[in-house]
């Protein structure tokens, strides 16, 4: 099975310092060494982007480039990480006036009016609509550890030494928009129009945060942190149900009130990570 992944973090946006998290660029070391350890990749299979490389513009150009290279049968297996900021926009595509799209913090994140600016926020139907491209041989799993919404913010998750991923929409005026609107969920635009060879692993829910906490003594983001700690454990000899549930079981031990969801079909949950 030949492998490209893009592992993503950013700790701080240039033209927000103050929205600055701190566990993210971890993030990404941690899962380009797990791809290495247990998942058969090499150096060369990696890309990985961390702050002020990780900008719109080239976060979708390796993107674009890996699907290329799958469609031209280059690549049977992607994976794509990405440790940020999530926040929510419009639906810039129009067809769902009534809903938010879930959207991710690139590095030159920038508002435009009241909005995001399009060209500076990445949307997950831009991801759908790069990843529904895929030939069906292809598999792509996709790990985000970014927050979906605002809405679910608990404020135990606000105690000590722990941070909300989530970057509100850049005026009130945009954000009560949003709270009034539905976003669709990311299990629809990834797994939708039969795409049973796509696997999401999201941090959180839907209505929830993902941490950037501190534990054993450094800043990482929570799920991550403890889905890499299971996976070492395991060896990799666990199918992704049972590293989910291991993970769940952590988090809630560790009092964080997220709960990571695994988006796949049935057969792909049951089997180990390829």
């Avoid at 033209?15 to 899962?31: K, S, T, W």
């Avoid at 941090?203 to 950037?212: H, I, K």
């Avoid at 454990?233 to 149900?241: F, H, L, V």
């Amino acid at each position: 099975m030949t492998r490209k992944a893009l592992c993503v973090g950013i700790n701080n946006f240039k033209n927000y310092p103050d929205a600055a998290l701190r566990g993210c660029v971890r993030d990404a070391g941690d899962m380009t060494k797990l791809l290495k350890k247990w998942l058969k990749f090499t150096d060369a299979d990696i890309t990985k982007l961390t702050d002020a490389q990780a900008t719109k513009s080239r976060i979708m150009t390796e993107l674009k480039a890996m699907v290329e290279g799958a469609k031209q049968g280059k690549f049977s297996y992607l994976v794509f990480s990405m440790s940020s900021h999530g926040t929510q926009v419009p639906d810039f595509s129009g067809d769902e006036p009534d809903s938010a799209d879930e959207a991710f913090c690139p590095y030159d994140l920038k508002a435009k009016g009241n909005q995001w600016d399009p060209d500076f926020i990445i949307t997950d139907d831009e991801l759908h609509d790069l990843f529904v491209q895929l030939p069906p041989n292809v598999l792509l799993e996709v790990y985000l550890d970014t927050c979906h919404s605002g809405t679910g913010i608990k404020s135990i998750d606000l105690f000590g030494n722990r941070r909300p991923r989530w970057m509100p929409p850049p005026s009130f005026k945009a954000f009560r928009e949003m709270e009034e609107k539905q976003p669709r969920s990311l299990k629809e635009k990834f797994l939708d129009k039969g795409l049973v060879h796509h696997i999401l692993w999201a941090g959180c829910r839907a209505d929830q945060t993902s941490a950037d906490a501190f534990i054993a003594n450094a800043w990482h983001g929570a799920f991550t942190y403890y889905f890499c700690q299971v996976m070492n454990a395991t060896k990799n000899q666990k199918s992704r149900k049972e590293v989910l549930t291991q993970v769940r079981a952590k988090l809630k031990a560790g009092h964080y009130t997220q709960i990571p969801q695994l988006e796949a079909p049935a057969t792909v949950r049951k089997a180990p990570m390829a």
